[in-house]
């Protein structure tokens, strides 16, 4: 397949058709679904780690990085044996709140912003590809489907368009739309020699907060890709191919739609989780119940003596006996890795874990 240059944005093309603003209504109607409840919730923080960690599995799952989530657990908790796959699956989680951190600090999306993200998600510095050779391959068959562009120079030339496009609200667009546009682009960039795809999205998420049509980074799209993964590649290559732009777009927005209703049904879940579970701590035991206590429990899936010693500024003896009290109760599990005891938040982690 000839290599053809990747035009700059905006498209030369009409994107605001007939269906795409059809599904644009929709997709708008659910985000701010999701986006009034979410406020309403006093620890966001929580709400944002149990998301964050569903995300970091699905979008590594996406690059064929697979992990279970007890594997996950043990390597967020910095214990020994986790496998490379539950730490690359940590190292996306890093990136995701340093992403994050950067966007509501800075009120802008730059390419070393990027940069910044990917190096974190790979652990490495080697930032946007100098040498030739990279293309995209169809799994099944091994040929080449796409030649992304090559040399530095212009790659940070369209990563430049790029940065301006998602920053300066030129033209007037949906963001939704432009976040359709904006993700075919930097994956078509392809500006990486690894991590284009998780970085991809991890970008989708920080442009929505950008755009304030989210505070919290609660909304991915990983889990919808992965059940329509086919369709995915397939509308990608067809705007390259065709300019077949507005597929692509109802696509995207389709996902943004669905998902939005999906992480809806999540949040309300583990907030009702902390509700019911504070209740019954307060039942059961009322001499060590406390918000902050509650907060600490959830704001992870596992727990240490450490974490609760520190959290409430309590003895470490004091620390393990209310571990041990909740344990006794039912309200976690735990167990002895290397040389520290993890206590688990099983309903939570439950939760999370068989979520659809």
Same mark, same amino acid.
């Given at each position: 397949?000839?290599?053809?240059?990747?035009?700059?944005?905006?498209?030369?093309?009409?994107?605001?058709?007939? +269906?795409?603003?059809?599904?644009?209504?929709?997709?708008?109607?659910?985000?701010?679904?999701?986006?009034?409840?979410?406020?309403?919730?006093?620890?966001?923080?929580?709400?944002?780690?149990?998301?964050?960690?569903?995300?970091?599995?699905?979008?590594?799952? &996406?690059?064929? $990085? &697979?992990?279970?989530?007890?594997?996950?657990?043990?390597?967020?908790? %910095?214990?020994?044996?986790?496998?490379?796959? +539950?730490?690359?699956?940590?190292?996306?989680?890093?990136?995701?709140?340093?992403?994050?951190?950067?966007?509501?600090?800075?009120?802008?999306?730059?390419?070393?912003?990027? $940069?910044?993200?990917?190096?974190?998600?790979?652990?490495?510095?080697?930032?946007?590809?100098?040498?030739?050779?990279?293309?995209?391959?169809?799994?099944?068959?091994?040929?080449?489907?796409?030649?992304?562009?090559?040399?530095?120079?212009? &790659?940070?030339?369209?990563?430049?368009?790029?940065?301006?496009? =998602?920053?300066?609200?030129? $033209?007037?667009? %949906?963001?939704? &739309?432009?976040? +359709?546009?904006?993700?075919?682009?930097?994956?078509? =960039?392809?500006?990486?020699?690894?991590?284009?795809?998780?970085?991809?999205?991890?970008?989708?998420?920080?442009?929505?907060?950008?755009?304030?049509?989210? %505070?919290?980074?609660?909304?991915?799209?990983?889990?919808?890709?992965?059940?329509?993964?086919?369709?995915?590649?397939?509308?990608?290559?067809?705007?390259?191919?065709?300019?077949?732009?507005?597929?692509? =777009?109802?696509? =995207?927005? +389709?996902?943004?739609?669905?998902?939005?209703?999906?992480?809806?049904?999540?949040?309300? *879940? $583990?907030?009702?989780?902390?509700?019911?579970?504070?209740?019954?701590?307060?039942?059961?035991?009322?001499?060590?119940?406390?918000?902050?206590?509650?907060?600490?429990?959830?704001?992870?899936?596992?727990?240490?003596?450490?974490?609760?010693?520190?959290?409430?500024?309590?003895? *470490?003896?004091?620390?393990?006996?209310?571990?041990?009290?909740?344990?006794?109760?039912?309200?976690?599990?735990?167990?002895? #890795?290397?040389?520290? *005891?993890?206590?688990?938040?099983?309903?939570?982690?439950?939760?999370?874990?068989? #979520?659809?």
């Amino acid at each position: 397949m000839s290599k053809q240059k990747l035009p700059m944005l905006p498209p030369n093309a009409v994107l605001e058709t007939v +269906a795409v603003l059809k599904q644009l209504a929709k997709s708008n109607r659910a985000l701010a679904e999701l986006k009034g409840y979410a406020d309403t919730i006093p620890n966001k923080h929580i709400l944002i780690n149990a998301v964050m960690i569903k995300e970091a599995k699905d979008s590594s799952a &996406i690059e064929n $990085i &697979i992990t279970t989530h007890d594997d996950l657990y043990k390597a967020m908790s %910095d214990a020994s044996g986790a496998s490379p796959a +539950a730490k690359e699956v940590v190292s996306y989680r890093t990136a995701l709140w340093q992403g994050y951190d950067l966007v509501k600090d800075r009120e802008m999306l730059t390419t070393n912003m990027i $940069i910044e993200i990917q190096g974190i998600i790979e652990k490495n510095r080697a930032g946007i590809r100098k040498l030739p050779g990279t293309v995209l391959l169809n799994e099944r068959t091994g040929e080449t489907v796409y030649t992304p562009p090559v040399g530095e120079a212009e &790659i940070k030339e369209l990563l430049s368009n790029l940065e301006k496009y =998602i920053n300066e609200d030129y $033209i007037d667009m %949906d963001p939704l &739309i432009k976040l +359709a546009v904006i993700h075919y682009q930097f994956e078509s =960039i392809h500006p990486f020699y690894d991590g284009n795809g998780r970085t991809g999205r991890i970008i989708n998420v920080l442009y929505l907060v950008l755009k304030e049509l989210l %505070d919290s980074p609660i909304l991915y799209l990983s889990s919808y890709i992965i059940r329509n993964k086919s369709a995915y590649y397939r509308l990608l290559q067809e705007v390259r191919t065709h300019e077949n732009w507005e597929e692509w =777009i109802v696509y =995207i927005l +389709a996902g943004v739609e669905e998902t939005a209703y999906e992480t809806l049904r999540l949040v309300k *879940r $583990i907030n009702a989780e902390v509700e019911t579970m504070s209740a019954e701590i307060k039942e059961k035991l009322p001499k060590i119940y406390s918000k902050e206590l509650i907060d600490l429990l959830f704001y992870e899936f596992y727990t240490k003596i450490v974490y609760i010693e520190n959290g409430l500024a309590v003895t *470490r003896k004091t620390a393990a006996n209310y571990l041990s009290s909740l344990e006794i109760e039912g309200f976690l599990t735990s167990e002895k #890795i290397g040389k520290e *005891r993890i206590y688990q938040n099983k309903r939570l982690y439950d939760l999370v874990k068989y #979520i659809k």
